[in-house]
């Protein structure tokens, strides 16, 4: 049952399953709309993320919560040893679990950069059956893993956490299989699940990472503006098409041909000289020949600054410039940022619970703009750091 998600967390006894659930019950508030168990942390908001995630396939989890390296631990994002997955044999693309950031409970959504093989086993009833191994690119969303992502997302809800996704998909498997096994209905599900979510929700494209396609789509904070912020890293990307794609659409090899004669005097030249009407067979023969191989060796130098210069418009810088990140962050820093951000989420959704409970009428922007006037006569601006907003709310350590 762990295989195909149906169970949760496996353990080897009686006793370990008590702690294992004891454990998992610590992240969650004691009642409904109840404060989170915060805990005191011995791992410091301040430090850096130490472990950095590279262009090569990698760990996510080592993302979260850190390794031993040769000299000394290298930290993750979250809190050391804080990190419990749920959910782990089954879409193993996806990794889902929670874990503490300074204390605070959080959901996680974080992705597999690797290569990862699916078995589906034979059928006894039927001998004409034989088991397959499927393998499964990282960064691509498949029926079962958007389903554990959709479910995933439901399921923090419910336990009332904040949730952080670590968005790093390229997108939707599109092969016909996957389109018969509904992949595009579980990929609608992690809409639904994210437009009723209740709590802060992080979107943050990490070092490295791309989010592209429908799967911006499915986790664009315009799903749940209330609750959802999106932020990217400086070594991301994020763009409807990757640079290629988008350089086969608009830059063909006609384009290509054009920016070569305006910008190379050889193969102007050359095109002149395949122009002139005085030539013999031979010599016109020549001068083609010359203008293709002319043309072939530019070819891939030009395909490469077009590469380039689409990937400019795909940069965080960009992202930020066209509204669609609300922040550019370091990875180094990015723990230390969000703690401090989840701290201000938080008590501005239990200042709006308060607000909102005093008087049954007022909708939850209306006391948003009440708390923004509030403020903005206590401090006179709202561009102020969420460590002295946090502070001045009074929920600081």
Known sequence: MHNNGVTHLT?????????????????????????????????????????????????????????????????????????????????????????????????????????????????????????????????????????????AISDMDREGLPLFIFANWRGFSGGMRDMYDEVLKYGAMIVDSLRVYQQPVFIYLPPHGELRGGAWVVVDPTINPDHMEMYADEESRGGVLEPEGTVEIKFRRKDLVKTMERLDPTYRSLLAKTSLPDLTPVERKTALSQLKAREDHLTSTYHQIAVTFADLHDTPGRMQEKGVVKDVLKWADSRRFFYWRLRRRLGEELALRIVMDADSFISRGEAMELLRRWFVEDKGTLNVSCVPIVQYSGHSK
Do not use: H
């Open 11 to 151: 353990v080897p006894s009686d006793v370990e399953g008590v702690a294992a659930i004891i454990d998992w019950l610590s992240y969650i508030p004691k009642k409904k709309r109840g404060p989170l168990p915060m805990m005191p942390s011995l791992d410091p908001v301040s430090r850096p993320v130490e472990f950095t995630p590279t262009k090569a396939p990698y760990d996510p989890k080592l993302m979260l919560e850190g390794r031993r390296g040769d000299v000394k631990w290298e930290g993750g994002f979250f809190d050391r040893g804080s990190f419990m997955e749920s959910l782990s044999n089954w879409a193993q693309t996806v990794v889902t679990g929670r874990a503490r950031l300074g204390g605070i409970p959080c959901g996680v959504i974080a992705v597999e950069t690797r290569m990862v093989e699916s078995t589906v086993p034979a059928d006894p009833a039927n001998p004409d059956t034989e088991s397959r191994t499927i393998s499964q690119a990282g960064q691509v969303w498949y029926p079962n893993s958007a389903f554990k992502t959709a479910q």
